[in-house]
């Protein structure tokens, strides 16, 4: 019997008086691992945010360069000298065509005779000179601002950049002026989705009470009320340089 109460007290206190385990201590060698391990980590996390950073802001500057490249090229090529540039004979011949309506004339301009695609779509040429323009000026400006962008990340924006322009000028364009035809791969890059993609996309942000897609309709459908030195509204399908130079217009 003692030995059994012995072996119980002993249980008992066993239970009541756990033996704690002894901390080790931190080594020197450990720690310093653990810092450069953080640090590493640190150092990581800043150059991801530091790259993503500045692509954002060279995606920015590719924006309101693209949008001052349209302005240029819609006021100073196309409305420039017809009997000079192809451009400018293709689009004034457009306007010409073009009444109060929107709708377009009845012209051997846009049968058999002459190409019936004249200054309403972006076909697979026009595409390609967007391309290799913003190329050359993406180039540039990484160049001169500095902003350390890699050539690869260059030509993917200016791809979906010249995507994205072709696409929406070959829905809203034709769209403006009620022509229901949606180009094919052969011919150009088509309208997303026929033509609702860029509908249904632009018509969930408001401007001026009305969605943006129909802003953008307003906004080229000045463009051809506008006449001589009043003309303005040149961007079509990248809004920004006509609040730059002052030839936006709302009437």
Same mark, same amino acid.
């Given at each position: 019997?003692?030995?059994?109460? &012995?072996?119980?007290?002993? =249980?008992?206190?066993?239970? &009541?008086?756990?033996?704690?385990?002894?901390?080790?201590?931190?080594?020197?060698? &450990?720690?310093?691992?653990?810092?450069? $391990?953080? $640090?590493?980590?640190?150092?990581?996390?800043?150059?991801?945010?530091?790259?993503?950073?500045?692509?954002?802001?060279?995606?920015?500057?590719?924006?309101?360069?693209?949008?001052?490249?349209?302005?240029?090229?819609?006021?100073?090529?196309?409305?420039?000298?017809?009997?000079?540039?192809?451009?400018?004979?293709?689009? +004034?011949?457009?306007? +010409?065509?073009? @009444?109060?309506?929107?709708? @377009?004339?009845?012209?051997?301009?846009?049968?058999?005779?002459?190409?019936?695609?004249?200054?309403?779509?972006?076909?697979?040429?026009?595409?390609?000179?967007?391309?290799?323009?913003? !190329?050359?000026? !993406?180039?540039?400006?990484?160049?001169?601002?500095?902003?350390?962008?890699?050539?690869?990340?260059?030509?993917?924006?200016?791809?979906?950049? !010249? =995507?994205?322009?072709?696409?929406?000028?070959?829905?809203? %364009?034709?769209?403006? %002026?009620?022509?229901?035809?949606?180009?094919?791969?052969? &011919?150009?890059?088509?309208?997303?989705?026929?033509?609702?993609?860029?509908?249904?996309?632009?018509?969930?942000?408001?401007?001026?009470?009305?969605?943006?897609?129909?802003?953008?309709?307003?906004?080229?459908?000045?463009?051809?009320?506008?006449?001589?030195?009043?003309?303005?509204?040149? $961007?079509?399908?990248?809004?920004?340089?006509?609040?730059?130079?002052?030839?936006?217009?709302?009437?």
């Amino acid at each position: 019997m003692t030995g059994l109460w &012995e072996q119980h007290d002993l =249980l008992v206190f066993s239970i &009541e008086h756990p033996v704690k385990p002894q901390k080790r201590r931190t080594t020197r060698s &450990e720690a310093r691992i653990l810092t450069d $391990n953080y $640090n590493i980590n640190t150092l990581h996390f800043n150059i991801i945010n530091y790259k993503m950073l500045t692509e954002i802001t060279y995606s920015a500057l590719v924006y309101f360069m693209f949008s001052m490249t349209e302005w240029v090229v819609h006021k100073y090529i196309m409305h420039g000298d017809k009997d000079k540039i192809s451009f400018a004979r293709d689009h +004034i011949t457009h306007h +010409i065509h073009t @009444l109060p309506d929107m709708k @377009l004339t009845s012209s051997d301009s846009y049968g058999d005779s002459v190409d019936k695609y004249l200054g309403l779509y972006f076909i697979w040429h026009s595409s390609f000179v967007v391309f290799l323009v913003g !190329c050359i000026e !993406c180039f540039i400006l990484s160049y001169i601002t500095g902003l350390d962008v890699s050539a690869f990340f260059i030509v993917s924006i200016v791809s979906l950049f !010249c =995507l994205y322009q072709s696409s929406f000028w070959n829905t809203i %364009h034709p769209d403006i %002026h009620e022509i229901p035809l949606n180009l094919s791969w052969n &011919e150009g890059i088509p309208g997303w989705n026929g033509w609702n993609g860029w509908k249904q996309l632009f018509g969930i942000i408001m401007i001026d009470n009305m969605s943006l897609y129909e802003w953008l309709k307003a906004n080229h459908r000045m463009h051809h009320v506008r006449k001589g030195v009043n003309k303005g509204n040149y $961007n079509v399908t990248l809004p920004g340089a006509d609040f730059i130079f002052g030839t936006y217009y709302k009437d």
